[in-house]
């Protein structure tokens, strides 16, 4: 392409660009909103006690155990503990995102099983996060609880959730957990 074409569409672009990025938030049509994103970082902080990376074996089922959607069985409990915590913290909480190859199921909120071989991965099953016997979306962050003496260890589950007749196979799903201060 010339570059008399590229300028050309550039300068075309140019005021629809502008006007789609500068748009007047009292001239907003029916079809229009506006977000606004707010939070909050501090300069508090706390240590990870021991191993930060580790993994939750979860038990082998059989695939009876999660015969429908909304089936849930073989939870492993598992904790996260802190110490040294900033001396004017309270609370502390944990908030839960997917990664490594995971990914999240946007009506659950629970984490897609990241293995895709259909000869070796199971199907039709997740992995859902629990505080409390409650499900913890993934993207949420959980209740808080209080420090004791600078630290705290928080009780959480993994198990797994069926979004239909669960066929039989392995199952891997990885989470990103952040310490929040609530």
């Known amino acids: 392409m010339s570059k008399a074409k590229v300028l050309l569409c550039s300068a075309l672009l140019l005021p629809i660009s502008h006007l789609a990025c500068a748009a007047d938030p009292d001239k907003l049509t029916d079809q229009q909103g506006i977000i606004t994103f707010t939070g909050s970082l501090t300069g508090e902080t706390c240590e990870i006690v021991g191993d930060k990376n580790f993994t939750v074996s979860l ?24 110490k040294n915590c900033s001396s004017t913290l309270k609370n502390i ?8 190859g995971s990914d999240r199921d946007n009506v659950t909120g629970n984490l897609k099983n990241s293995l895709t ?18 499900q913890i979306r993934l993207g949420d962050t959980s209740k808080s609880i209080a420090l004791v003496n600078s630290a705290a260890e928080m009780g959480f589950a993994g198990g797994y959730y069926a979004t239909g007749q669960a066929t ?14 609530p």
Do not use: C, W
């Not at 909480?93 to 490594?100: K, L, P, S």
């Not at 039989?168 to 201060?181: L, M, S, V």
């Open 59 to 82: 038990p082998k089922l059989s695939t009876n155990a999660l015969k429908a959607a909304g089936s849930e069985a073989g939870s492993k409990e598992f904790k996260i503990s802190v």
């Open 93 to 100: 909480a944990v908030h839960f995102e997917a990664v490594g």
């Open 117 to 134: 071989d259909t000869n070796t991965a199971a199907s039709n099953v997740q992995v859902r996060l629990y505080k409390d016997q409650e």
């Open 168 to 181: 039989a196979g392995q199952i891997e799903a990885k989470a990103i957990y952040t310490i929040a201060y």
